[in-house]
């Protein structure tokens, strides 16, 4: 069985992400920060732009005609529509998000919130979410206030109700690998269905099939672009819901945005894919979990490590200072390791200047006779070599 569009909705790349096939050398700019979003809340710089309201034009006039007699009274302009999208995406954050104890559902797809063609996502996210506001008699959202509580959470469960029927959004069907130990297999079987996925114990019916975790999961911190608009990258962050994707300038991460992987087999992903899924409330991104037939951790896509690249930038402004210097003066002679020891320890960098892999005792120092070697021109993205099975 192929891989559903889950709460894994269409790509967004499919949305109009600028896609290449092979890997390019890929880097952030020197001098600024790519940093994660701090929830999974709204971007709403991206929603307000310009663009993005051009692009839901498209959106308003589908729902115009399929939604006619839920917005005849309150005809949405594209403007308003990109500021409702605003006030839903805050809402399931607020009401269902992580910091939220026994959430009323699990959230909604961002990917579904993104798809913005014809008969998509977004337009039945909006279109019923229209109509529900007109059965209600409301004169307009309100979707921050506390006495609406109960009844916006109805409308999202109505709107998810709509998203399934139209087929923008399916569950997992999970088949566990028998080698998982009986007492995490119930914890995950509970999870799953909690989330409103199933179970079965025919792998050739399964859309995902789940593995145990590896004992020595990476806790690096890496992200991969997964979208490109104008002068706008959308990045997705390793081991953290599509929510938390955060849109950055192109100078800050100036990587090709590659074609997602192979989805016509079901997904191999390790056990914290589940347990993530339910500490965030929302399904994990299957790929940032995948395995392959040996339970090792694989990766289809560039992984850009910001350590890394910040250790790379470091070392090429030493190697410009000192190439300046050397211009103006010789090289001082190296201290000996007597003269060394009495004027103590240098300071320690840290691991953040630290290429992964070196040894503490490999670790050159500034006066030493030996020169930074020139620093890695794309440093910053691995690539499995393992092939797709």
Request: glycine residues 6%.
């Amino acid at each position: 069985m192929g891989r559903p569009v889950t709460a894994m909705a269409t790509t967004a790349v499919a949305t109009g992400g600028t896609v290449s096939g092979a890997p390019q050398a890929s880097h952030a700019s020197s001098g600024t920060s790519v940093s994660r979003k701090k929830d999974g809340g709204p971007s709403s710089k991206f929603w307000e732009s310009s663009e993005t309201v051009s692009q839901l034009e498209s959106v308003r006039m589908w729902i115009g005609k399929h939604y006619k007699k839920y917005v005849q009274t309150d005809s949405p302009t594209s403007k308003s529509l990109a500021a409702l999208v605003v006030q839903l995406l805050q809402f399931q954050e607020d009401a269902f998000g992580r910091r939220v104890n026994n959430p009323a559902l699990t959230k909604l797809p961002t990917k579904c919130f993104l798809d913005f063609k014809a008969g998509g996502g977004l337009c039945h996210i909006l279109g019923s979410a229209y109509k529900f506001k007109s059965e209600q008699g409301w004169r307009r959202f309100d979707l921050q206030n506390p006495s609406r509580m109960d009844r916006n959470v109805e409308m999202f469960m109505t709107v998810e109700k709509t998203l399934v029927q139209n087929n923008c959004l399916t569950r997992p069907i999970v088949f566990l690998a028998p080698e998982i130990e009986q007492k995490q297999a119930s914890k995950l079987k509970d999870i799953i269905k909690r989330h409103q996925g199933s179970i079965t114990e025919e792998k050739a019916k399964a859309t995902h099939h789940i593995y145990s975790s590896s004992a020595s999961l990476e806790e690096e911190e890496w992200l991969r672009p997964v979208m490109r608009k104008d002068k706008q990258v959308l990045v997705h962050w390793g081991m953290y819901p599509d929510s938390y994707d955060t849109w950055v300038s192109t100078s800050d991460v100036e990587a090709d945005v590659e074609d997602p992987p192979d989805t016509d087999k079901p997904w191999k992903v390790h056990a914290k894919w589940v347990l993530d899924t339910d500490a965030f409330n929302e399904w994990m991104n299957e790929e940032d979990y995948e395995v392959d037939e040996n339970k090792k951790t694989v990766s289809f896509r560039q992984r850009i490590f910001p350590r890394e690249e910040e250790f790379s930038r470091t070392l090429d402004r030493k190697d410009r200072k000192a190439a300046a210097a050397g211009k103006k003066r010789r090289r001082s002679p190296s201290p000996s390791s007597e003269s060394r020891k009495k004027g103590g320890k240098k300071a320690n960098a840290g691991p953040y200047y630290k290429r992964r892999g070196q040894r503490e005792e490999e670790e050159p120092e500034e006066d030493s006779p030996r020169t930074w070697k020139t620093p890695r021109q794309c440093p910053t993205w691995r690539r499995s070599p393992c092939p797709r099975t």
